[in-house]
T-cell receptor
């Protein structure tokens, strides 16, 4: 029952350092998402991947890059970390279900999050 | 574009009392609506969803929510709160015309349960 797995769980970076947040899902889902969660702001979408080989910007993409490595994995990269990127990052995945054929699949499942501090 | 408002940042309820968490959305058509719960240090877990049909939907852990189109609301309710319900609750709206790809989340309501 792994679902969505994120690594690492915690990370502390210095300003200017780079790192990659990893996400993997074992539910054979087509779509994957990266969100950040900040106090008082809920979850905001950074990037998403509707299917393997495609990625699109969300609400707050600046300072981030993503890679949909294969159907299972969707990574988020910070090339030059800034204090404003201190946040909790969540990965999610969702099964396909277009045209109302299988609405039960149109649910996003979340990982446990990565807590990132940039000093 | 869709948006979600959760007007209550914090709510304190006595154990055993009833609960209602408010959610108002803005969207030009009938949206897809969700309630998620987040326990401390955890990811988000789906409580319930509304796609179509019966406007009163039942979820896990004894929660229910009612979609009211005229009020653009999707309030979450529970008749008797347990201490384990203390968590943060997020309402989210999904747009139908994007193939359900994106969700917009409210800012969350933190529920505190007093003995």
């Amino acid at each position: 029952n792994a679902g969505v797995t994120q690594t690492p769980k915690f990370q502390v970076l210095k300003t200017g350092q780079s790192m990659t947040l990893q996400c993997a899902q074992d539910m054979n889902h087509n779509s994957m998402y990266w969100y950040r969660q900040d106090p008082g702001m809920g979850l905001r979408l950074i990037y998403y991947s509707a299917s393997e080989g495609t990625t699109d910007k969300g609400e707050v993409p600046n300072g981030y890059n993503v890679s949909r490595l294969n159907k299972r994995e969707f990574s988020l990269r910070l090339e030059s970390a800034a204090p404003s990127q201190t946040s909790v990052y969540f990965c999610a995945s969702r099964g396909s279900g277009l045209n109302n054929r299988n609405l039960a699949k149109n649910i996003q499942y979340f990982g446990a999050g990565t807590r990132l501090s940039v000093l | 574009a869709q948006s979600v408002t959760q007007p209550d940042i914090h709510i304190t309820v006595s154990e055993g009392a009833s609960l209602e968490l408010r959610c108002n959305y803005s969207y030009g058509a009938t949206p897809y609506l969700f309630w998620y719960v987040q326990s401390p240090g955890q990811g988000l877990q789906l409580l319930l969803k509304y796609f179509s049909g019966d406007t009163l939907v039942q979820g896990i852990k004894g929660f229910e929510a009612e979609f009211k189109r005229s009020q653009s609301s999707f309030n979450l309710r529970k008749p008797s709160v347990h201490w384990s319900d203390a968590a943060e609750y997020f309402c989210a709206v999904g747009a139908r015309n994007t193939g359900f790809q994106k969700l917009v989340f409210g800012t969350g309501t933190r529920l505190l349960v007093s003995p």
